[in-house]
DNA sequence: TTGTCATCTGTCACTCCCTGACATACATTA
DNA sequence: TAATGTATGTCAGGGAGTGACAGATGACAA
């Protein structure tokens, strides 16, 4: 990796983390452009060459984490249950998160304080991740033979699953300081919607 | 009602109208606030008066189904199960639809159309009423005498109504004229819904 | 009818998000 | 070291959204 990457990937890192120190410190809302490009010393302009938009930044691990979920499920049995596989799919991301170095791991926990004062961002994610939730639904189809316009099974599938990330990812109302305690509650999460549903549901005529 | 209320109550659907049409035609995002303002022949600042946002005017379905699920879920027993009870508020926001004029009935049929064209549209309406999303927990939880703070079964329990909710009304892929059409299936989501979850869940331990 | 009061509206100026274009500075490779 | 490609800063500008102020228009009482 030559010393234009690792420059590239150093300014990228410096202004995630000036960009959520700020969030926290100050708010989202009130938090401008022109301030996380200054804290790391660059321009407007260039910020936007390295995040799309302010939510981008914020929405930094859902873009991780549903290319995570996308592979996943590539590589889930065909025979397996629609469902039961984008569960696993989940727990890759949580594996992740288990696997990811000291900086990452204050990362995640400081988009998730951030998504705690400000709930109105996971529906941002939601509305980023729309593409994604759409590919994944038409995987879904695709994998139980169904047609996903006359057929809402693999939309309430995905729907569903989802659900269940960003309830456990939210943990609302918890002072959460370690990415174990985040990650133990993320599965313990899936162990209650896994016994909420009747076996076979997502595979039903 | 006095002149004046009718005048604005008429401003306020023609800017609707006029928005939901241009939407439709030329696309959500290249479409300006003085665009649709320019059509009712008032001001862009006149426009933020009566919509908050531009996403206001995409979301208005979203707002006025939201305020039924929070007055029906008040009146439903306390000891009918909690997502039953969500359930029911998911079917009052369905007979709203199909009382409704007209007029209303048109815009409904935009609007889906106009998510349909748009699934970020979607996330969006999750942000917006991310408040009412927490109200509701509070309220089921409340009402099945749990801890929000650490039990997360009631932000599952409506996560799961939303999403619900959501899938039946995008009915993505289909052309779709008619509202009883559109009712029609999100019914029948319901119904799937309804099918999909082990007896008592929502009140396991 | 008229005058007063409340409210609605338009204009203006402003901040912030985001983009395209262009010139410059820098790293890479030969 | 020279040539090339890429990253950055500056500048200009559009669109969303807001605060402040003045003028227009209904509401209402005398």
Redesign the interface.
Known sequence: MGLRERKKEKTRLALLDAALDLFLEQGYETTTVEQIAGVVDVSSRTFFRYFSSKEHLALWWHDHGEEIMQECLRDRPLDEPPFTSLLHCVRAVIADMRNSTPEDTDRFLKVRKLYENN?????????????T??RL?EEVARRTGRD???D??P??IV??A???M???F?????EITDLAELTG?ME??LV??E????PG??L?A
Chains 1, 2 share one sequence.
């Open positions: 709930p109105m961002l996971v529906g941002r994610a939601v509305a980023r991740g729309s593409q939730e759409l639904v996903p316009a006359t809402q099974l939309a309430l729907g569903f989802m659900a269940a960003r309830v456990g939210e943990c609302p109302g918890q509650r313990a999460t209650v919607v016994a909420s549903f009747r549901w997502d039903a």
